[in-house]
Nanobody, 127 residues
Framework: QVQLVESGGGLVQAGGSLRLSCAASGRAFSRYHMGWFRQAPGKERDFVTSISWSGGSTYYADSVKGRFTISRDNEKNTVYLQMNSLKPEDAAVYYC????????????????????WGQGTQVTVSS
């Protein structure tokens, strides 16, 4: 069992930055592929980025490439999402998720591949 708690959301002006954190419980954190998804009102939950258990592989949605960076610290059981140059369209509830088995990009993009989810943290971007 893995419990995930996101933090770091808030209100930021367009062009600004935020850093989200996702703290995981349990000793097996380092075995999990970790992802960030987001969901805006009235829209589906979309993939943002993910990182392999070792940190050696990362995936990004085209919409955030070059602006967002995912990282993890397995000793602290935490995954981070650094968001720069934020745009109003980035506003959403951001969810952290953990997947035990991910084989490549297609798996990483798919919410159904993730076993555990956090409660989400709201990101609001003013124009």
């Amino acid at each position: 069992q893995v419990q995930l708690v996101e933090s770091g959301g808030g209100l930021v002006q367009a062009g600004g930055s935020l850093r989200l954190s996702c703290a995981a419980s349990g000793r097996a954190f380092s075995r999990y592929h970790m992802g960030w998804f987001r969901q805006a009102p009235g829209k589906e939950r979309d993939f943002v980025t993910s990182i392999s258990w070792s940190g050696g592989s990362t995936y990004y949605a085209d919409s955030v490439k070059g602006r967002f960076t995912i990282s993890r610290d397995n000793e602290k059981n935490t995954v981070y999402l650094q968001m720069n140059s934020l745009k109003p369209e980035d506003a959403a509830v951001y969810y952290c998720a953990a997947a035990r088995w991910v084989y490549g990009l297609q798996d990483a993009l798919t919410p159904e591949r993730y076993d555990y989810w956090g409660q989400g943290t709201q990101v609001t971007v003013s124009s």
